[in-house]
C-alpha cells in the first residue's frame, strides 16, 4: 500500500484528559509505591512468624549449642528481641520503593557467614504473591487515571 497514510487525531476531552493523567501517574508513583511498601511489611512480618523465606521455605534450625546459649527465645530463629523485624522500613518516591533494613546483621543473617558458622537464612525479598500484589497495585494506580 505505497503512497497511503493514516492521519487521526484525538478531539475528545475525555480522553485527552485520561492520557494527561495516565502520563502524570507515570512519572510520579509514590501513592502505589507506597501502597507496595505497606504490602511489603506485612508479608515480611508475617514471614517472621512462620520463620520462612521469601520463596516459602523453612530458615535453616538454629544450632544445638546456639539453643542452649541463647538467652530467650530458643525456639525462635533470627529474633532474639524482635529487633531486626521492627527495624523494616521502606522509602517510596515518584518512580522508586527501597525496602529492607539498615542493621549489617540483616545481611549477615540473609547471606550467611561461614567464618562465624552462620548459615544462609534467606529472609528479605518478594515472594511470587508479593510480585503479583505490586504488580496489581501498579496497574490499580494506573488505571484509576483511565476510569475516572
Do not use: C
Not at 480522553?15 to 509505591?33: S, T
Amino acid at each position: 500500500m505505497a503512497g497511503v497514510t493514516l492521519d487521526y487525531r484525538i478531539d475528545n476531552d475525555q480522553v485527552m484528559r485520561a492520557l494527561e493523567e495516565l502520563n502524570a501517574r507515570g512519572r510520579d508513583a509514590q501513592p502505589a509505591f507506597a501502597a507496595i511498601g505497606e504490602d511489603l511489611d506485612r508479608s515480611h512480618r508475617g514471614r517472621f512468624d512462620k520463620q520462612v523465606s521469601p520463596a516459602g521455605n523453612p530458615w535453616a534450625a538454629l544450632s544445638e549449642e546456639y539453643r542452649r546459649r541463647k538467652p530467650q527465645r530458643q525456639d525462635e530463629i533470627l529474633v532474639l528481641n524482635g529487633y531486626l523485624r521492627d527495624t523494616l522500613r521502606y522509602d517510596a518516591g515518584p518512580d522508586f520503593l527501597q525496602f529492607g533494613t539498615d542493621r549489617v546483621y540483616g545481611a549477615t543473617h540473609h547471606f550467611g557467614d561461614d567464618e562465624r558458622g552462620i548459615p544462609e537464612r534467606p529472609w528479605l525479598g518478594l515472594s511470587p504473591d508479593d510480585e503479583a500484589a505490586a504488580e496489581r497495585t501498579l496497574l490499580d494506580f494506573l488505571n484509576d487515571a483511565l476510569v475516572n
